[in-house]
């Protein structure tokens, strides 16, 4: 993830800068080592936290300057 442009909330119809990186795979379709990115404001980490787990896809949350 190396851009100049701010990165963007995941979440539907947010535009606020992204502060969190959810990693996440789903084990039916993705090999165990997979990892996908969902961006996430302040505002919208908790909602797409709780949607990813409760599927049992987050892997881990990390602050946004850590995703390369």
Do not use: Y
């Amino acid at each position: 993830m190396t851009t100049d442009e701010p990165r963007q909330c995941s979440a539907k119809g947010c535009r606020a800068e992204a502060r969190w990186a959810l990693r996440w795979n789903n084990p039916k379709i993705h090999t165990p080592d997979r990892r996908k990115i969902w961006l996430a404001c302040d505002e919208h980490r908790d909602h797409l936290t709780d949607f990813l787990s409760r599927r049992g896809f987050l892997r881990d949350t990390v602050p946004v300057e850590q995703v390369e």
